[in-house]
């Protein structure tokens, strides 16, 4: 029950955000300024709230899902270009698609939904996981989107994209969040309880902007246009129910920790991450594919997740 009443709460949410697009209380101006807000300053305060709720647990479980998420983003790369070459994914268009099977929604959806199944400490475990993520889509996703876009032609080849810009995008402030949440956590240091608690006050408005703003966007989203581009649906099967599904199954014989399993499962049957559709701005001929493959992903999740987490139990 747990489960569906926490579903409900979220899909209500998303139908305001909908409902204040169709409004034009919310804009895509808008989204975009919350977003990053988001992304820079609430997410980056409500991990470094979580890591307080894992204080004392087993050290060796965080260095395990570190390692796991090392892992898992240099497995994937592989898993998903193999997967665009067998779908015979035009040339122009792999890096998108490969690119939303690497990267999953974890801000917008997969916090939101780990918090208000498992709690702070999952957040804090979620986000250990997924440090990686950052490395590998600013050096070996944008390389490539780049590198496909500069053999069509639509752009020359960039030489100030600097070593030192690429870190700065590379080591935000999610990053240091993480970081910082990590350390607290190895050396068992605490925050000043004023700190503590202006970090969760911040921190916790993350959940419900963030899925107003996944509404609202999904409000400027065509449906129709994924009629001439199949693929989408295919991919989108494959990100939403074959890769949790596979997951579940094949963890769940060794993985004793319900949470630890919930959280896998659930990152892994997320939508595509919205930063792919604005990296993707740039390049006409990947900026389609890139902007509907996370539309149709997001809304196709409304239904997939629901049921992901029931088989869940």
């Known amino acids: 029950m747990h489960i569906l009443s926490t579903m409900a709460m979220l899909m209500l949410t998303l139908a305001i955000g909908y409902g204040l697009n ?59 270009y193999g997967l665009v070459r067998l779908l015979k994914v035009e040339k122009y268009h792999r890096a998108v698609y490969a690119g939303a099977l690497i990267f999953s929604n974890n801000v917008f959806m997969a916090f939101p939904i780990i918090k208000a199944l498992y709690g702070d400490t999952a957040l804090f475990y979620t986000s250990v996981l ?17 590198r496909l876009a500069e053999k069509d032609g639509l752009i020359s080849p960039v030489k100030s994209d600097t070593l ?50 996944v509404g609202s966007s999904m409000a400027s989203y065509s449906l129709s246009a994924i009629a001439q581009e199949p693929k989408i649906v295919l991919f989108t099967f494959v990100r939403l129910v074959v890769f949790p599904l596979v997951a579940y199954i094949f963890f769940s014989s060794f993985v004793q920790d319900p949470m630890v399993l919930g959280i896998i499962t659930v990152t892994l049957g997320m939508p595509a991450a919205n930063i792919l559709a604005m990296a993707a701005a740039p390049y006409d001929n990947q900026n389609k594919i890139a902007t509907l493959m996370v539309g149709f992903s997001t809304i196709a999740a409304m239904v997939t997740i629901p049921l992901m987490l029931l088989v869940m139990g």
């Not at 997410?43 to 796991?68: C, E, N, R």
């Open 130 to 146: 997924h440090m990686p993520f950052n490395l590998v889509f600013y050096t070996l996703q944008m390389q490539w989107m780049r």
């Open 164 to 213: 030192r810009h690429r870190l700065h995008l590379i080591f935000n402030n999610g990053i240091f969040a993480v970081v910082i949440a990590f350390f607290l956590f190895i050396t068992g240091t605490t925050l000043p309880h004023v700190l503590q608690q202006t970090a969760a006050f911040i921190g916790n408005t993350t959940m419900p902007l963030a899925m107003l703003i």
């Open 22 to 80: 169709k409004m034009q209380i919310l804009d895509e101006q808008t989204n975009r300024q919350l977003s990053r807000l988001i992304v820079d300053v609430t997410t980056p305060l409500l991990v470094i709230a979580s890591v307080a709720s894992a204080q004392g647990d087993d050290t060796t479980k965080v260095m395990g899902l570190l390692y796991f998420g090392m892992g898992l983003y240099a497995t994937m790369p592989i898993i998903a």
